[in-house]
């Protein structure tokens, strides 16, 4: 995705004046005046094929990301630290990391600020399916793990289907009534036909999640430290500690997020990508 738009500033400064306005400021006193700037972050986001596995949500580690259910997509909340792992995890690739900046020139005789979208490419982790089976002993919402499978694995099947492949479902089949079956070989244990379950022993899925790919590096400048701690008191992880004086950084717990490199007030942290 890369999209590109712009805003004409007269309109950027009567939205201004309005919220001023709204503030009870003197609307007559107000002067409107911006300088060049070129602002930039990232956003995550979920898109609508989110298929309610819940994966990002067990796999978050600062508890980020409300689950998804049968009505709604997952959701990212205002404590996400941008570590990314959700991008790297989701089974089906529907969590994007968006570069998204801000430009203002203001020789440019437009007289308009530009927006510009971008997917930034991530690595994947490893998302594979064991073994998953079936109890036909009970009810379930089989339609509704059947309409959420990314892959068409799973899916409803009259009698006539499994005696052709000769596959016994350990209960007697009645005629014009579908029943359940999944394809093996097409399953990618995502987890969504799962966690969409009303009976939550309905599926049983053994799945192996790889580990974190890791394609950026928390850059320490010990000679711009200052000691201040406010890394070592804002990492969520615990995996940054100041030792007699000098940032120690904990690679196995450092989740490469923001946090620290937000909160340092002289710029000694950054996080940057590896060659």
């Known amino acids: 995705m890369n999209v590109s738009f712009t805003k004409q500033m007269e309109d950027l400064e009567r939205e201004v004046l309005l919220k001023s306005v709204e503030l009870d400021d003197d609307s007559d006193d107000f002067q409107f005046e911006l300088e060049n700037f070129n602002a930039e972050e990232e ?22 990301i409300e689950p998804a259910n049968i009505f709604r997509i997952a959701k990212i909340t205002d404590k996400c630290v941008k570590c990314e792992i959700c991008v790297q995890t989701c089974p089906v690739s529907a969590i994007k990391l968006i570069d998204n900046s801000v430009i203002y020139d203001g ?7 530009e927006y510009k979208l971008s997917n930034v490419s991530s690595p994947h982790r490893v998302v594979r399916m064991n073994n998953i089976s079936i109890d036909y002993s009970d009810d379930n ?4 793990c059947a309409s959420l499978c990314p892959t068409n694995a799973f899916t409803l099947e009259f009698r006539e289907f499994f005696e052709d492949l000769n596959v016994d479902l350990g209960i007697e089949l009645i005629d014009d009534e579908l029943y359940p079956y999944i394809n093996e070989k097409m399953c990618i244990g995502c987890g969504a036909c799962v966690q969409i379950s009303l009976n939550h022993n309905a599926v049983e899925l053994d799945r192996y999640i790889g580990p974190i790919i890791h394609s950026r590096v928390i850059d320490v400048n010990h000679d711009a430290c200052v000691n201040c701690y406010l890394c070592e008191e804002n990492c969520p992880t615990g995996a940054v500690e100041l030792v007699e004086g000098r940032v120690v950084l904990d690679n196995d717990k450092c989740i490469r ?3 620290c490199t937000h909160h340092c007030p002289v710029g000694a942290l950054k996080r940057m990508d590896i060659e």
Do not use: K, L, S, Y
Not at 141 to 144: F, G, K, L, P, R
């Open 141 to 144: 919402n089989w339609a509704d």
């Open 43 to 64: 956003i995550i986001a979920i898109a609508p094929r989110c298929v309610r596995c819940n994966t990002c949500v067990g796999e978050c580690p600062v508890n980020a």
């Open 107 to 113: 020789e440019d005789e437009r007289g308009v600020i």
């Open 257 to 259: 997020c923001t946090q």
